[in-house]
């Protein structure tokens, strides 16, 4: 397993685009976490009132334990850059045939995929561990007080915020794999969501329960949009059961599909 | 002698397109072996069913008696049609990453590099290369794993004079350590200098197979001239002489078996008339090629 990471790496440690994008990714990741509170400040200034009528410093985002959800949803965002550097990493491989190689060398294709799904395990691994870094960090400074254990409530999110990551680097994977070129995939990869939406759109009017199947809806429902509690509405705070299992299968599903297609295609 | 591989009915289908048809080939160890065709005569597909990397539709094949692996992939070196390379590395990190997936020891990169002389432009980005480095790069990464087999298509595509020599000394100095290799090329004087057997393709279909040194065999080709008026009739009266024609100045001697350029100087020499020009031409493979491509005599099955 280690030695199919390492030869991935090789890859990528020496392709300045990599460095670029994931440059671009870890620091936007940690600006945006720890300038929210800026952000609100500057908006209270700008607008008008706007601190009047919601005291920016009772708002607590980057509080314990609401810090976790707020953090990892946020993040969560971010996730496209890392699918980028994915398709780019798996399109380059078709453009300059260096797959076909890789295997007359003696990969098997089997281990060839492997190697860029650990690849996205180790990106989905380094996106968790930074932004809980960032979240114990930003959550320290603006916390006012401790209170254990209920600070960690909500800290489940990260097992979660990992299998979004991992799940969307997966689809991002299989795309490029059925795509093979780099601007088309992502294209496509932005065109996705538009295209769920549109399914989802019509089938919400018959069967409603079955939204939270679809692929990237799942993917989302991960970790949901926490905001809402601060005007006052019922948010999920809790990782459920059936949300992993769904984006699981998903997950399964496109490593299987992209394996399929490698497997039977000429390479 | 030990098969080394050993081809048994393949066939790959593209669509309509037969590419390669029902193929039966036996590669022996120690044997250099050619691979000749027209263009898209169905080598590089082959290779590439050879190499794990194209499907096959049906047949079958095996490495050293053993069902295909990619295991056994790690212990050939082959390079099929373009050097292909990570163009963003440098050259000795392409190698490096080579030597991780064939589980190669590093320290035979600079050996290879050497060989191959690249050495000094080994940082240099792939992109930055010349076609012939590329080449180079290319035959350099292929004999990294110090392999029992080399697998070549096209090798010299793009190389100076000076470079297809180096080449054809390196797979010399391979096949003398007894290794295998099988070459697939278009310089068919090339392939007569260094390779044992050979098989000929044509839309997928073999040929022909068979040593090298068969080519040579058979009826002998005899170029004459000399002063004298009458030397074509003189030389059709040669009971030795199946047919005679007349080119430039001299005349074509297509010899009957048993009968060689000897005899027909003593007979000349009888008659009184001394030659000024005589050579004994060996059959080029080249010449070999052709007949056997235009013949359209498909081989469907080998003598083992
Ligand atoms: N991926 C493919 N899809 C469709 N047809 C293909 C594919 N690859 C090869 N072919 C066809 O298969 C036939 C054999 O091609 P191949 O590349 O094996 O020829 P070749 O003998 O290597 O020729 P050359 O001497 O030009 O290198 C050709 O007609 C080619 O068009
Ligand atoms: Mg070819």
Redesign the interface.
């Known amino acids: 397993m280690l030695h199919l990471l390492r030869i991935d790496l090789k890859k990528m440690t020496s392709y300045r685009t990599f460095w670029v994008i994931c440059g671009i990714y870890f620091f936007t990741l940690i600006i945006g976490a720890a300038s929210g509170m800026e952000l609100l400040r500057m908006l209270s200034r700008l607008i008008e009132g706007f601190g009047q009528e919601i005291n920016i410093d009772r708002i607590p985002l980057y509080h314990f334990p609401d810090i976790w959800q707020n953090l990892a949803w946020t993040s969560g965002l971010l996730k496209m850059g890392v699918a980028i550097m994915v398709v780019v990493s798996i399109t380059n491989e078709y453009t300059y045939r260096t797959i076909r190689q890789n295997i007359i060398d003696g990969m098997s294709r089997e281990e060839f995929l492997l190697s860029k799904v650990y690849t996205n395990l180790l990106l989905s691994l380094a996106s968790m561990v930074s932004v809980f870094l960032i979240a114990v960090v930003t959550g320290l400074i603006y916390s006012p007080e401790l209170d254990f254990p209920y600070a960690f409530t909500g800290i489940s999110f990260y097992p979660a915020y990992f299998l979004e990551i991992f799940a969307f680097l997966s689809f991002a994977l299989m795309l490029g794999i059925f795509v093979q070129r780099s601007g088309l995939t992502i294209i496509l990869l932005l065109f996705s969501y538009l295209i769920e939406l549109i399914v989802k759109s019509n089938v919400d009017n018959y069967f409603p329960g079955a939204i939270q199947f679809f692929p990237l809806e799942s993917i989302m429902n991960l970790v949901p949009m926490p905001f809402a509690r601060y005007v006052f509405q019922e948010i999920r705070d809790q990782v459920t059961i059936l949300s992993i299992a769904i984006a699981a299968v998903w997950t399964f599903l496109f490593n299987y599909f992209a394996y399929l297609k490698l497997k039977k295609s000429d390479i | 002698m030990e098969t080394v591989l050993s081809i048994n009915g393949l066939t790959k289908t593209f669509g309509r397109l037969t590419a390669v048809n029902n193929l039966h080939l036996e590669v022996k160890r120690g044997q250099v072996f050619g691979m000749l065709g027209p263009n898209g005569s169905g080598k590089t597909t082959t290779l590439?069913m050879l190499?794990?990397?194209?499907?096959s539709t049906s047949g079958s094949f095996s490495w050293f008696g053993q069902p295909p692996?990619?295991?056994v992939?790690?212990?050939?070196g082959?390079v099929?049609e373009?050097p292909?390379?990570?163009?963003?590395?440098?050259g000795q990190?392409n190698l490096?990453?080579?030597a991780?997936?064939?589980?190669a020891p590093v320290a035979n990169i600079p050996k290879v590099l050497e060989l191959v002389e690249l050495k000094g432009r080994e940082h240099d980005k792939y992109k930055t290369y010349s076609l012939g480095m590329k080449q180079r790069l290319a035959i350099a990464s292929a004999l990294l794993n110090d392999p029992i087999v080399l697998i070549l298509d096209e090798p010299t595509n793009g190389l100076d004079p000076m470079g297809i020599a180096e080449i054809r000394e390196i797979i010399k100095k391979i096949a003398a350590d007894g290794k295998t290799i099988i070459l697939a090329s278009h310089l068919l004087d090339e392939v007569q200098k260094v390779c044992t057997h050979f098989a000929v393709l044509k839309r997928g279909n073999l040929m022909h197979y068979g040593p090298v040194d068969d080519v040579g065999k058979g009826e002998e080709m005899v170029e004459v001239a000399a002063y004298h008026d009458d030397l074509g009739v003189l030389l059709q009266e040669f009971i030795g002489s199946a047919t005679v024609k007349k080119e430039n100045n001299e005349f074509l001697v297509m010899m009957k078996e048993g009968y060689h350029s000897q005899d027909l100087n003593r007979f000349l020499f009888d008659k009184g008339i001394v030659a000024s020009h005589l050579i004994t031409k060996k059959k080029t493979l080249e010449k070999q090629f052709l007949e056997i491509l235009a013949e359209g005599q498909v081989m469907n099955s080998i003598k083992k």
């Not at chain 2, 190499?51 to 499907?55: A, I, L, T």
């Not at chain 2, 991780?100 to 589980?103: A, C, L, Q, V, Y």
């Open positions: 590439g190499m794990g990397v194209v499907n692996t990619s295991h992939r790690k212990k050939i082959a099929l373009h292909i390379f990570y163009p963003y590395l440098s990190k490096e990453l080579m991780m997936i064939k589980e």
